[in-house]
């Protein structure tokens, strides 16, 4: 049974091909600057990279081109061969705590839910209806990056506000990145053969999120009402003082929507020393730039204080740390010194382990702390578009 994983941003699209129930990739591809000139795309097949030029005016010409790259390298010979679509979904809010076949209510929700995920669901929706229009015989599912994290007590995702602001707007936490979190717990009970696991999980990317399982379910999570919140990022601020947006509003004469976006784009990493990507921003270090040597201790130190953070919110009773996502599991140098931090709470790192340890390296998991540490450490690499394909399979057999 062939499941297609699809993954819409406002000018890309990201996708997969699944033999399922094996959970075999048979062809995989990314296509850039949609709706922009110099349109792109990368597939690769057999392990062989293929490149595509070709100016696309919206996504319904890029779905045209993934479908056409599928026939094209005969990986189906027919598009009746698939048989159910995984979208990623940005917010579902409180109305959705799993992943749902989509209909037309479902198509509704995520319209009316764009207010709280502005950059991201036009470009969810816009692969939802040109799929639909490509394919309009097969199933879709809904998976949505909020959906793990509905099991966090209000206690940890109500903000100290007017509770008006939550009954009439939904203010609340939220969190995101809940399909990767989702499946590195679900790994983890695996690996750790023990179904109620506690889990601190770090997925650090060029966006980043860490959350908080207990029991084998989400407690909490460092991202908010957006994915704005939580630790400093790539581009975005993370946790902030609020009252900065009014600050700035009067010395700059920007409105909230520029701040904001100031916030979103060009903050975090990129802000403080003018690289978002955090190998730039080592390779500066190492240069000894002054900005890169301080935004690295910036975001080290974040990382390393909600992980005590949850240590705490856990009562010490920890499985697991895991590292996920590109620098948590390419970045041992990070990762070293995130531990070395956290030395005080009985964590030991194996420096010759975790050296070994990377994407790009022969070995790609494992535990990266010695016998003695209170806790194990694990980088475990995420695959947030198997799990797309493991919920969509089940919604559609």
């Known amino acids: 049974m062939k499941i297609l994983c699809v993954n819409a941003g406002s000018s890309s699209l990201k ?13 995989s591809g990314y296509i850039e600057k949609v709706g922009i000139e110099g349109s792109f795309w990368n597939t690769k097949i057999n392990g062989e990279k293929i490149r595509g030029e070709k100016d696309l005016k919206n996504h319904t010409e890029a779905v045209a081109v993934m479908l056409d790259e599928l026939i094209r390298h005969h990986a189906v010979e027919s598009l009746d061969e698939i048989k159910g679509i995984g979208h990623r979904v940005l917010h579902g809010g409180e109305k959705y705590s799993t992943s749902v076949l989509i ?11 764009t207010k709280l995920g502005p950059l991201h669901h036009p470009g969810n929706l816009a692969g939802i209806e ?11 599912v809904a998976v949505y990056d909020t959906a793990f994290h509905q099991t966090m007590p209000k206690y940890n995702y109500m903000y100290p506000v007017p509770m008006q602001w939550y009954e009439k ?34 997925h650090i990317g060029s966006g980043g999120s860490l959350s908080a399982i207990k029991d084998g379910k989400c407690y909490d999570t460092t991202m908010g009402l957006t994915p704005l ?7 975005r601020s993370g946790s902030i003082d609020p009252s900065i947006i009014e600050y700035v509003s009067k010395e700059s004469g920007k409105d909230v929507s520029e701040i904001t976006n100031d916030l979103n784009k060009k903050s975090g990493y990129l802000g403080v020393c003018g ?35 949850y240590f705490v919110e856990l009562e010490g009773k920890v499985d ?38 990377a994407g790009f390296k022969e070995i790609h998991e494992g535990i990266i702390t010695s016998p003695e540490s209170v806790v194990p450490v694990y980088v475990l690499p995420t695959n947030e578009e198997l799990m797309i394909a493991r919920d969509t399979y089940n919604l559609c057999i």
Do not use: W
């Open 103 to 113: 209909d037309d209510e479902v198509v509704k929700s995520i319209k009316d839910l």
């Open 15 to 27: 996708f997969q091909l699944y033999e399922m129930p094996e959970e075999k990739v048979i062809i």
């Open 229 to 235: 919140d939580g630790i400093m990022m790539g581009t």
């Open 275 to 309: 690289f978002s990507d955090s190998r730039d921003v080592e390779q500066a270090a190492l240069r000894g730039e002054e900005n890169a040597l301080l935004a690295q201790r910036m975001y080290n130190d974040r990382v390393a204080k909600y992980i005590a953070q």
């Open 130 to 140: 040109a799929m639909k229009k490509a394919l309009p015989g097969v199933p879709m």
């Open 320 to 357: 697991a740390i895991v590292f996920t996502a590109g620098v948590g599991e390419n970045g041992s140098e990070f990762r070293a010194d995130v531990i070395n931090k956290l030395s005080c709470l009985g964590l030991k790192l194996n420096v010759e382990v975790n050296n070994k340890i």
């Open 169 to 202: 707007y939904g203010v609340r936490k939220y969190g995101f990145h809940g399909t990767s979190h989702k499946y590195i717990t679900e790994e983890m009970k695996h690996i750790l053969n023990k179904e109620n696991c506690n889990l601190i999980i770090a």
